[in-house]
């Protein structure tokens, strides 16, 4: 599990939040700051996983930071 932030391409001036690896702790780590109101962005291999944080869901690694 790994996560980054990143004051690129969020459009608003906010820091996106990008997590790779939503299991019990990554998981976390993409919802809290997606209830603050960041945008985040989450990965994981099972996509379901990563669409069950409310978090937009990517389908690749590389461009978890960057805007879908």
């Known amino acids: ?3 980054g932030v990143s004051t690129t391409g969020a459009g608003d001036g906010k820091p996106r939040v990008a997590v790779t690896g939503t299991g019990r702790m990554g998981a976390a780590m993409a919802v809290r700051p997606r209830e603050a109101g960041f945008p985040a962005t989450a990965y994981n291999r099972t996509r379901a ?9 990517r389908g690749d690694v590389c461009p978890c930071g960057r805007p879908p």
Do not use: H, V
């Open 1 to 3: 599990m790994a996560a």
């Open 49 to 57: 996983k990563a669409e069950a944080t409310g978090a937009t869901a």
